[in-house]
């Protein structure tokens, strides 16, 4: 499986960003997919996760502020991203699970700053 993640870019604090992350296969076939971000000096971090019913999740932090949806024509899913602050300043990830492996994409950095 290939993941090709994209739409990062530098912010503004308050602002919004979407990302996007596209699936060489049917996404129908990928149990969990979803997005960790590594911020510099840090551990790599759950954002959020979506199963191949539909069902979302996310880390305490992002509620209410990011939301993790698909495109199954497209095989792609998006994070989108509200009310960003610096610390959400991070390379995101996009992840998708199969059984027992896990296949990561490049990485997008995102970047908020005034």
């Known amino acids: 499986v290939q993941l090709q993640a994209s739409g990062g870019g530098l912010v503004q604090p308050g602002g919004s960003l979407k990302l996007s992350c596209q699936a060489s296969?049917?996404?129908?076939?990928?149990?969990?997919m979803g997005w960790y971000r590594q911020a510099p000096g840090m551990q790599r971090e759950l954002v959020a996760t979506i199963t191949s019913g539909g069902t979302t999740n996310y880390a305490n932090s992002e509620k209410g502020r990011f939301t993790i949806s698909r495109d199954i024509a497209k095989n792609t899913i998006h994070l989108q991203m509200n009310s960003l602050k610096p610390e959400d300043t991070a390379v995101y990830y996009c992840?998708?699970?199969?059984?027992?492996?896990?296949?990561w994409g490049q990485g997008t950095q995102v970047t908020v700053s005034s």
């Open positions: 296969i049917n996404i129908f076939s990928i149990n969990i």
């Open positions: 992840t998708g699970t199969m059984f027992t492996s896990t296949h």
